[in-house]
């Protein structure tokens, strides 16, 4: 566990970086440091490593003041993961993940062995092992430099805008490679970024930080939707944090009705006979086929003779979150988000209306569900 006790740090040129912080960062979990520019992040987090000293306060490290710890010792237990990768242009990439064991003096062999292990775990292919950082794309840069970070094995990473530098399709899939990492490693991770949809993405708990260095808010990300400290926190979260927080609802709770859904074999007659606009079609194992608009069916004959409109997307009960469901209503022809089980059944159908009723108590301490890991709509959260 880390602690901020008091903290400031006022350079010698009299900037205030960070004012008065105390706050406790939870082991094996991910704290997100967010703010707008200049508001203190990076100098919070290069004062784990003591790369920044504070001017007051402490900061101590599983309970000991880690101005205690030699700075060289305490940073052979931190790795540190930059924007840009930092990777050294003349080392192969096998090398540069090697950096840390052979600073340790594990020895090339066990230091190369440990640096492929490495480079496997990230995702990235045992043949990238020889190129140089140049030879790699942004966002295999990234992975190298985490990599890096992680070649000791340090119980501590920090992570100041590591995905930032690379196009947003790569830094989704970073963002993603990251959570399964963390979910095998259970490190202790300071990740410094200023991007909300980041730090509600990944973060366990997010610190958010307000221009002179102070923190506006510890929280989990749930809990910085639903409740805003105040009118900064709430602006920084952003307008739509409404249906942000719906991504921490788990779908599987959410209120849903039988529908006008009919087999394929079922005569147009009784389609007609529900009274309702649009009848999703469904195969013989109540898999969804498509929407069949009420007005153009034909005069006679049975559902497999009807015209069908695309789905967009159904959403499943087991997995997928409130935010998932809505935007199946919202994308759906006939305004229906259609629930299905994990074999592909439909379960039931609910308009964005119903949804949202259901999936948004006023009191936010009532909030069912928690974080679901990912969203199988694109995780957009
Ligand atoms: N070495 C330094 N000397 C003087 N002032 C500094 C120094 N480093 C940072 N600052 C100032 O301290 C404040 C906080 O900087 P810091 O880099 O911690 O912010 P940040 O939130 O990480 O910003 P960004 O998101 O832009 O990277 C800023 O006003 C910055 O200009």
Not at 28 to 40: D, F, H, Q, R
Not at 289 to 298: E, F, I, N, R
Not at 337 to 350: F, H, N, S
């Amino acid at each position: 566990m880390i602690r901020f006790d008091a903290v400031s740090k006022k350079y010698p040129n009299g900037t205030t970086a960070v004012d008065g912080v105390t706050v406790e960062l939870a082991e094996g979990a991910i704290t997100i440091l967010v703010g707008p520019s200049g508001c203190g992040k990076t100098t919070t987090l290069r004062m784990i490593n003591r790369m920044v000293e504070p001017t007051a306060g402490t900061v101590s490290l599983r309970g000991r003041d880690i101005r205690e710890v030699d700075a060289p010792e305490l940073r052979r237990g931190i790795g540190y993961v930059i924007q840009h990768a930092g990777l050294f242009p003349h080392r192969t990439v096998l090398d540069n993940i090697a950096t840390v064991p052979l600073l340790l003096g594990w020895g090339k062999k066990k230091a190369r062995a440990r640096a492929a292990e490495l480079l496997e775990l990230v995702g990235l292919p045992a043949e990238m092992a020889k190129r140089y950082p140049n030879q790699l794309s942004g966002g295999q840069q990234q992975r190298v430099g985490v990599a890096r970070a992680l070649g000791a094995d340090p119980p501590v990473l920090l992570m100041d805008e590591p995905f930032s530098a690379v196009d947003p399709i790569v830094r989704a899939e970073l963002q993603t490679e990251f959570a399964r990492l963390q979910k095998e490693l259970h490190k202790t991770i300071v990740f410094v970024t200023h991007d909300i949809d980041e730090a509600i993405r990944l973060g366990d708990r997010i610190a958010v930080f307000r221009e002179g260095g102070r923190l506006a808010q510890f929280d989990t990300p749930e809990r910085l939707l639903a409740d805003p400290a105040d009118d900064f926190v709430a602006g920084f979260v952003g307008q739509d944090r409404g249906i942000r927080r719906l991504s921490f609802v788990q779908a599987g709770g959410l209120p849903l009705r039988e529908g006008p859904v009919l087999p394929v074999t079922s005569p147009v007659t009784e389609a007609r006979a529900l009274d309702e606009p649009w009848v999703l079609v469904v195969d013989d194992a109540r898999r969804p086929l498509g929407w069949t608009p009420v007005a153009d069916l034909p005069g006679s004959g049975t559902l497999a003779d009807a015209a069908l409109v695309p789905l967009g997307h159904t959403f499943n009960l087991v997995g997928d979150s409130a935010r998932a469901a809505l935007d199946s209503a919202l994308l759906s022809p006939a305004r229906l988000a259609v629930g299905v089980d994990a074999d592909g059944a439909v379960v039931g159908v609910a308009d964005a209306y119903e949804l949202t009723a259901g999936a948004a108590p006023a009191n936010p301490t009532d909030a069912a569900g928690s974080p679901v890991a990912a969203d199988s709509t694109g995780g957009d959260r």
